[in-house]
């Protein structure tokens, strides 16, 4: 499968600085996409390697209570995958080298159809895609839609993937492997899982591309923790929740690109901090 040209220059990148990687979960279209067209600029600017965008669905199987409000506030607002694709063509005018990885269910892709999902999203600028809902064994159609342009099929790995399902992982995915850091939905958490650096250990051995790790990490602090045995990490909740404190949209903005700051700060400090500098990055 081909990969993003994007999501492999980041990633590079990345190596080439010793550090891990930051990819806030964006909701799109919450409360509509005018906001997020202003956020993700504001996001990358504020030290954001990438984006995971959300894109709302009423029925979700992976998010937790904070997501989930952000996904109806989109959907309230109209947002629907159609709009999302348009809004990433339009994104991509300011954020052009910034990767983009849709996060979708997978009815919303079969009411689109695969293929017609595969070419639009491509011709849009996403990077790849994430269904949680989608297996790599009943990828099917989606996954030779998407051999055919540059679009990365991003699939999960979690604490209770056994080596088989690591394999199947890295054969049939792209990209980079989300791997979720606590098991249960989204949601910001006071303390990481404490087996995650020996899962991570394990799937080191046998996986061919970048890990991230998702779920849970709330704090800079918890960032900088995962980011010594990531290549990145993906922050959704603890971003929302910050979100959601302010009362209106600038200071929304505000909020979280310090809080984007303060990952990115944490992971920079890491990195510097770790003896051989690049380390196992390199």
């Given at each position: 499968m081909q990969k993003s040209s994007r999501l492999a220059a980041c990633f590079e990148r990345l190596r080439a600085e010793g550090r891990a990687g930051l990819f806030p979960f964006v909701a799109a279209g919450d409360p509509d996409l005018s906001f997020t067209r202003q956020l993700l600029p504001a996001l990358a600017r504020a030290g954001a390697d990438g984006f995971e965008l959300g894109v709302p669905f009423s029925d979700p199987l992976a998010d937790g209570p904070t997501i989930q409000r952000a996904s109806m506030r989109a959907l309230k607002a109209g947002t629907r995958l159609r709009d999302v694709l348009a809004f990433v063509a339009d994104v991509r005018r300011e954020?052009?080298?910034?990767?983009?990885?849709?996060?979708?269910?997978?009815?919303?892709?079969?009411?689109?159809?695969e293929g017609a999902f595969a070419r639009e999203a491509a011709r849009a600028g996403a990077d790849g895609v994430i269904v949680p809902d989608l297996p790599p064994e009943e990828g099917g159609e989606l996954l030779e839609a998407m051999q055919e342009f540059p679009l990365d099929a991003v699939f999960m790995l979690a604490p209770t993937s056994t080596p088989a399902r690591v394999e199947i992982v890295n054969r049939a995915g792209s990209?980079?492997?989300?791997?979720?850091?606590?098991?249960?939905?989204?949601?910001?958490?006071?303390?990481?899982?404490?087996?995650?650096?020996?899962?991570?250990?394990?799937?080191?051995?046998?996986?061919?591309r970048p890990v991230l790790v998702g779920f849970g990490i709330k704090t800079p602090e918890q960032a900088a923790e995962v980011g010594e045995h990531a290549e990145g990490v993906i922050v959704g909740s603890a971003l929302i929740d910050a979100m959601e404190r302010e009362p209106d949209r600038a200071r929304k903005i505000q909020a979280a690109s310090r809080f984007v700051g303060s990952l990115r700060k944490a992971l920079e400090q890491s990195a510097a901090a770790r003896p051989g500098g690049a380390g196992r990055f390199s």
């Open positions: 954020i052009p080298e910034t990767p983009i990885v849709l996060m979708t269910y997978y009815n919303p892709i079969v009411a689109f159809g990209g980079f492997i989300y791997y979720v850091g606590q098991m249960g939905v989204t949601g910001a958490r006071d303390s990481l899982d404490t087996g995650l650096r020996g899962a991570l250990e394990g799937i080191r051995r046998a996986k061919n």
